[in-house]
Every structure is written in C-alpha cells, then in structure tokens.
C-alpha cells in the first residue's frame, strides 16, 4: 500500500504562484505514471496534469503554459509549479499513482488532497 500527502495549498491572490508537493511513501515496485488532478465544489475531479515512469507529461489545455509537473525520484516527491493562477484555478487538488505493488498488482492510490483558493 502506498500512501500519498499533498501539501502546498493556500489562499493567494490571482497572478501569483504556488507549488504543490505531494510525498509518497510504501511499498512501489514500479511507477506506471503519477499526477494531479482537482476538484472544483459541484463539479467532477478533472485532470491537471500527469507524468509517466519514462517521464513524458501531459497538460490539461486549461492549465497548459501556466503549470508544469515534476518528480523527485530521490525524495520520492511529486511537485506542481503554479504560476499566473486564475480564481478558476480554485479548487482541491489531488495527488495520484498508478503503480505496480505487492502481488505484482496494479493499484490506483489518491491522497488526502489540498485546497488552492486564488481570490481575484
């Protein structure tokens, strides 16, 4: 079981930045991808952006120039650089992993989530 802890969230006013940082800790025998998702109150979790195990990313068009996905295999970290944020950047942001674990099972694990609130 691997268990992931977003931090970083905050009150910010629009066009400031934030980064996000998400800690995995567990038993991981392979990383399939990672990534952050978020949650607006009223609506679905959505895409933000992910990374894979071989590095390639993926953006969200709404989010694309603005945010940018990075990994720190070494702290077991997962980060998300915030930059130009908008008021409809607010929103809980979730960490997640699609890894390999025990039993050679593919497993889908979700942190706690952080709450992001850009006021205008």
């Known amino acids: 079981q691997v268990q992931l802890v977003e931090s970083g969230g905050g009150l910010v006013q629009a066009g400031e930045s934030l980064r996000l940082s998400c800690a995995a800790s567990?038993?991981?025998?392979?990383?399939?991808?990672m990534g952050w998702y978020r949650q607006a109150p009223g609506k679905q979790r959505q895409l933000v952006a992910t990374?894979?195990?071989?590095?390639?990313?993926n953006y969200a068009d709404s989010v694309k120039g603005r945010f940018t996905i990075s990994r720190d295999r070494a702290k077991n970290m997962m980060y998300l650089q915030m930059s130009s944020l908008k008021p409809e950047d607010t929103a809980v942001y979730y960490c997640?992993?699609?890894?390999?674990?025990?039993?050679?099972?593919?497993?889908?694990?979700w942190g706690q989530g952080t709450q992001v609130t850009v006021s205008s």
């Open positions: 997640n992993i699609r890894y390999i674990g025990a039993y050679g099972l593919v497993r889908d694990n």
């Open positions: 990374i894979t195990g071989g590095g390639s990313t």
């Open positions: 567990g038993s991981i025998f392979s990383i399939n991808a």
